[in-house]
């Protein structure tokens, strides 16, 4: 974060100096198109700070939704996991019972 706001920094810096190196060589200084240029620069530098923060924001953001949608498949896995076993166990008791049947 440190380095995007100096990088915004030397940004600006430079846009100022252009803008007033430029205006210089036509003898045309003009301290209102200079101060438009940093407002510019300046803006746009910080746009650029605030969406690459969003962007780690909603990677986290991800990240955490992407840990408890593993946390509850897990659970919903042991859940569904226990009443298949259940039925399972009823159907194998029930089908004992019918060869127990037949083989009398």
Do not use: C, P
């Not at 600006?12 to 620069?41: C, G, M, P």
């Not at 399972?88 to 060869?99: A, P, V």
């Amino acid at each position: 974060m440190e380095r995007d706001a100096v990088l915004a920094g030397i940004m600006v810096i430079s846009s100022v100096t252009l803008t007033w190196k430029w205006l210089s060589l036509y003898d045309r200084v003009d301290a209102v198109v200079i101060f438009s240029a940093f407002l510019l620069t300046l803006s746009l530098g910080l746009l650029l700070i605030s969406m690459e923060y969003r962007m780690q924001k909603m990677k986290e953001e991800f990240e955490s939704v992407k840990r408890a949608v593993a946390i509850n498949s897990a659970d919903l896995e042991e859940k569904m996991e226990g009443k298949i076993r259940a039925y399972m166990e009823s159907i194998e008791f029930r089908l004992d019972r019918i060869e127990r049947r037949l083989y009398r």
